[in-house]
């Protein structure tokens, strides 16, 4: 398997797995990642048994990519001037890729789950407690680094659209299979998340509401209608 968990967007991530549809490419990959260490462009070559210009231009698609990262390093003891130029050295951006349509991210629901079961040992806390906190949290610190509800909505996997009444629905949950078997704890588990995605943003233009059309997510964001908190 090979889940690029931040940094990319669903259509990157969608790019990365299909540029790994290639054998040699996916060989290249693992090469790299397997390595313990960065490689080199001959050290590629080598490990693969093809020609330095082959490797060449799969390196480059993979680092396009974001699959590989680049470092130049200066190889063996000399230092200064006359030691040579810097080699160009590849490590794995990655240890695994993955991605699906419609966006799931049952590895972020996995995430919380641990978490709660982990601060419910640790605490004495309820396990219900446990989960609302733990996701409330996740969702606080994701609101944060997002700054924009929507935008957040977007990069989850919401696929977030407007009702025409100034609110928003959600045309995709991101945990689908899950709450199929587990609705309540996956449910509630989404709730946390959102609400703390909305601290997080210090949205104080929408609240969180449930949605009953099981066609999509268990929530929408509805127009605040009081005064701001």
């Known amino acids: 398997m090979v889940a690029l968990r ?10 990365a797995v299909a540029s790994l549809g290639d ?3 996916k060989k290249l990959f693992e090469l790299v990642r397997d390595s313990g260490h960065a490689l080199s462009r001959d050290d590629c070559a080598a490990g693969l048994g093809l020609p330095r210009s082959t490797i060449r231009a799969h390196l480059d698609r993979l680092v396009e990519e974001r699959l590989l990262l680049v470092e130049f390093r200066k ?7 006359g030691s040579g130029r810097p080699t160009k050295l590849y490590t794995a951006a990655h240890s695994e890729v993955s991605a699906s349509v419609p966006p ?8 919380l789950l641990a978490a709660a079961v982990q601060h ?6 309820d396990i219900e407690k446990s989960l609302a906190q733990v996701a409330y949290r996740e969702g606080q610190r994701r609101g944060a ?3 924009d509800i929507h935008q957040l909505l977007h990069s989850a996997g919401y696929s ?6 100034g609110g928003t629905i959600m045309a995709n949950c991101p945990f689908h299979r899950l709450s199929q078997d587990h609705t309540g704890v996956v449910c509630s588990l989404n709730g946390s998340l ?3 995605a909305l601290e997080g943003c210090g949205d104080q233009r929408h609240d969180l509401a449930p949605d009953a059309n099981i066609s999509h997510c268990c929530a929408r964001l509805l127009p605040r209608s009081g005064p701001p908190r």
Do not use: K, N, V
């Open 6 to 15: 931040s940094g990319l967007d669903d259509g990157q991530r969608l790019a």
């Open 23 to 25: 054998p040699l490419r």
């Open 75 to 81: 190889m063996g003891e000399r230092t200064g001037p």
């Open 104 to 111: 799931r991210h049952y590895d972020l629901a996995a995430s």
């Open 120 to 125: 419910s040992i640790d605490t004495g806390t």
């Open 145 to 147: 680094a997002a700054g």
């Open 160 to 165: 977030p659209e407007p009702d025409g009444e």
């Open 194 to 196: 959102l609400s703390g």
